[in-house]
């Protein structure tokens, strides 16, 4: 039992933040992370963070985004929106390019085993081919 609320999740005392969102309701949100102590107090030792989100609508779907804004503003974050916003879904279709490129190299095209498939009658259909 001991051992079981030793993997409880806890939070940091240290790391917490009051989260405020801002958005336009048109592109996306810009959310202001302002540092707290335990308390609830304003921690002027650590900085504001600015996090943008925003949606790109896909053919496979909506791909939701989550960006940084080196901000120290909200003027500057709204600033910065959308030119991080473009850098994240560039970003995102690299990834999206480098797993489909995995995919596609982690094929396993039979070659031995298929030619005994088709020697079995019929015309067989297990010999995947590469172009």
Same mark, same amino acid.
């Given at each position: 039992?001991?051992?079981e ?10 790391a917490?933040y /009051?989260?405020e969102?801002f %958005?336009?309701q048109?592109v996306?949100?810009i959310?202001?992370?302002t540092?707290?102590?335990?308390d ?5 030792s /650590?900085p504001v963070?600015?996090l943008?989100q925003a949606t790109?609508? %896909?053919?496979?779907?909506s791909?939701p ?5 080196a901000a120290? %503003?909200? %003027?500057?974050?709204?600033a910065?929106?959308g030119p991080?916003a473009? /850098?994240?879904?560039e970003?995102?279709?690299?990834e999206?390019q480098?797993?489909?490129r995995q995919a ?8 031995a ?11 067989g ?7």
């Amino acid at each position: 039992m001991n051992q079981e609320s030793s993997q409880e999740p806890r939070m940091d005392p240290l790391a917490l933040y /009051r989260e405020e969102v801002f %958005t336009d309701q048109k592109v996306g949100t810009i959310r202001r992370m302002t540092p707290v102590t335990a308390d609830g107090a304003d921690d002027p030792s /650590r900085p504001v963070l600015f996090l943008g989100q925003a949606t790109v609508m %896909t053919p496979m779907g909506s791909l939701p985004l989550s960006f940084e804004l080196a901000a120290g %503003t909200l %003027t500057e974050a709204v600033a910065q929106f959308g030119p991080a916003a473009q /850098r994240a879904v560039e970003d995102a279709a690299r990834e999206i390019q480098e797993m489909r490129r995995q995919a596609a190299s982690s094929i396993v095209i039979p070659e031995a085993g298929a030619a005994a498939i088709k020697g079995m009658g019929g015309k067989g259909g297990g010999g995947i081919q590469m172009p």
